[in-house]
């Protein structure tokens, strides 16, 4: 195949051929020169043996290219598949990961709704609790005014019981009743 043959090995092949093609021009018709049976055909052999040592070296080559290309090829595969096969498990991985976040925030979530639910209670029992305390303190407050006026109203009577009494200080008093003799509902509502 002429395609495939390198440029200077077409020029040296077409030089040989054109060389071949003049030679016989010369001779032209009739009997043919005695040097003609001589072998041209030496030259072609040679050009033909350096085109097969070089078709085979660039085979060669191209089978060694085409070697490592596939070793090359086989290991970047297999570094592929690894990798995918360790994203697979790290995907794996996350979607646990992510699962575990979703309930632990659903948890959460939860706890925070029973929590302010709690605290909603919490606040309207302290309302209640303050204005109950609120109450009692102004009940508080009230008894012990009250208290106090007593006092101070039994210590102004205190006060005038011993000023008008004085003398009967000195005096001793028995509960015992001396002669005193009720005949009637008249008699005992006189000693009243």
């Known amino acids: 195949d002429a395609a495939s043959l ?8 077409q030089a040989l051929l054109q060389q ?29 043996e350096d085109l097969k ?21 086989e290991m970047l595969r297999q570094s592929l598949e690894d990798q995918k096969g360790q994203d697979s498990k790290d995907l794996d991985a996350e979607k646990s990961a992510r ?6 925030k659903a948890t959460a979530e939860s706890d925070l709704q029973m929590a302010t639910k709690t605290l909603k209670e919490s606040s309207k029992e302290l309302e209640t609790t ?23 109203v039994i210590a102004q009577a205190k006060k005038i019981l011993m000023d008008t009494s004085s003398g009967a200080v000195s005096q001793t008093y028995s509960f015992a009743q001396v002669g005193a003799t009720l005949s009637s509902d008249v008699d005992l509502a006189r000693s009243e």
């Open 99 to 104: 699962a575990a976040a979703e309930e632990g």
């Open 130 to 152: 303050q204005g109950a305390c609120m109450t009692t303190a102004a009940d508080h407050d009230a008894t012990v005014a009250g208290r106090t006026e007593e006092l101070k």
């Open 6 to 13: 390198a440029a200077s090995d077409k020029k040296t092949l």
């Open 53 to 73: 040592e070089k078709a085979e070296g660039q085979l060669s080559e191209l089978r060694k290219a085409e070697t490592n290309s596939k070793h090359n090829f």
């Open 20 to 48: 071949q093609s003049s030679a016989d021009d010369e001779d032209g018709p009739g009997a043919p020169a005695a040097a003609a049976y001589k072998s041209h055909s030496g030259g072609i052999f040679e050009v033909l």
